[in-house]
């Protein structure tokens, strides 16, 4: 089965504080994605990557950046973490090719991010 | 711009009831669809997808959905709702035919079961 595995399930962070949202993927996917998930609202998308060290803006990038050195690996960073983006934060991971072509998303479990 | 909408934000439902959760979108082209799950405190699964052909699709867990293009939707379907069903199901377009991956998702509905 696909693991896609989020670092930290609940993190608490100060205003101000830089944050680092870590997600790992084992079926060497190409693409990875954060998505911002805020009740009524449902996921938006942040940012996405089809490769490594490719980077594409979501939805609702702004306040973020993300880093991609290695294909397993996606991290979202907050640069200087602000009240409005607590938030659950979800990670996924999709093959471009084969049986799980296009969009055929694994999720991690999310982490649930309270900025005070 | 494309878009997913769900209508019903909240919908209960007696235990072996029928369920229909709708889904309408916005896309110039036959697009990508999907159905996803989210059991409390988890992360999504994918329920059922549609790429083409066979309009009426199986997933998962007993629930089917069919993609019917005259009304831009994709509605979910279960003949019988078992307790463990109470979730939040999203309905998500995959843009571009797909080819970058990424989704668009509507907002979601919540299920509830009653006993």
């Known amino acids: 089965d696909v693991k896609v595995t989020q670092s930290s399930r609940y993190l608490v962070k100060r205003t101000g504080e830089k944050v680092f949202l870590e997600c790992v993927q084992d079926?060497?996917?190409?693409?990875m994605f954060w998505y911002r998930q805020d009740p009524g609202l449902g996921l938006r998308l942040i940012y996405f990557s089809y490769d490594v060290k490719m980077k594409e803006k979501g939805d609702i990038p702004e306040g973020y950046s993300v880093s991609r050195e290695k294909k397993e690996r996606f991290s979202l960073i907050l640069e200087s973490a602000s009240t409005n983006q607590t938030s659950m934060y979800l990670c996924?991971?999709?093959?471009?090719?084969?049986?799980?072509?296009?969009?055929?998303?694994?999720f991690g479990q999310g982490t649930r991010l309270t900025v005070v | 711009a494309q878009s997913v909408t769900q209508p019903d934000i909240h919908i209960t439902v007696s235990e072996g009831a029928s369920l229909e959760l709708r889904c309408n979108y916005s896309y110039g082209a036959t697009p990508y669809l999907f159905w996803y799950v989210q059991s409390p405190g988890q992360g999504l699964q994918l329920l059922l997808k549609y790429f083409s052909g066979d309009t009426l699709v199986q997933g998962i867990k007993g629930f089917e959905a069919e993609f019917k293009r005259s009304q831009s939707s994709f509605n979910l379907r279960k003949p019988s709702v078992h307790w463990s069903d109470a979730a939040e199901y999203f309905c998500?377009?995959?843009?571009?035919?797909?080819?970058?991956?990424?989704?668009?998702f509507g907002k979601g509905t919540k299920l509830s079961v009653k006993p």
């Open positions: 998500a377009v995959a843009p571009y035919g797909g080819s970058q991956g990424n989704l668009i």
């Open positions: 996924a991971s999709s093959s471009s090719s084969g049986s799980d072509y296009a969009g055929k998303a694994f």
């Open positions: 079926m060497d996917h190409e693409n």
